[in-house]
Nanobody
Framework: QVQLVESGGGLVQAGGSLRLSCAAS????????MGWFRQAPGKERNFVAG????????LFADSVKGRFTISSDNAKNTVYLQMNSLKPEDTAVYYC????????????WGQGTQVTVSS
């Protein structure tokens, strides 16, 4: 059974930083692309960042480029989202997702972690 468990969310002032973690189990971590999405109240869930190991790339939404980075620790089956220079508009529930490498659709999702950025 595949499980993705996010952690690291919280309340931070604008300009601050947070690092989100997503621990994966039940899948071959190195064979999956991992992604981060977020959903603000009353809005759709949107892509934030994600790996595409088939092409060797990491993609970011324009709104977070230069501020967010993604990394992984294969030994721990964990992917991280480092968020710097946070803005109030980054406030959302952040979700981790996984898809088999080369697929378009994310099959597995975590439960989400709340990030709140105060002005």
């Amino acid at each position: 059974q595949v499980q993705l468990v996010e952690s690291g969310g919280g309340l931070v002032q604008a300009g601050g930083s947070l690092r989100l973690s997503c621990a994966a189990s039940g899948l071959s971590f190195s064979s999956y692309d991992m992604g981060w999405f977020r959903q603000a109240p009353g809005k759709e869930r949107n892509f934030v960042a994600g790996s595409n190991w088939s092409s060797g790339t990491i993609l970011f939404a324009d709104s977070v480029k230069g501020r967010f980075t993604i990394s992984s620790d294969n030994a721990k089956n964990t992917v991280y989202l480092q968020m710097n220079s946070l803005k109030p508009e980054d406030t959302a529930v952040y979700y981790c997702a996984a898809r088999p490498m080369g697929w378009n659709k994310y099959d597995y999702w975590g439960q989400g972690t709340q990030v709140t950025v105060s002005s």
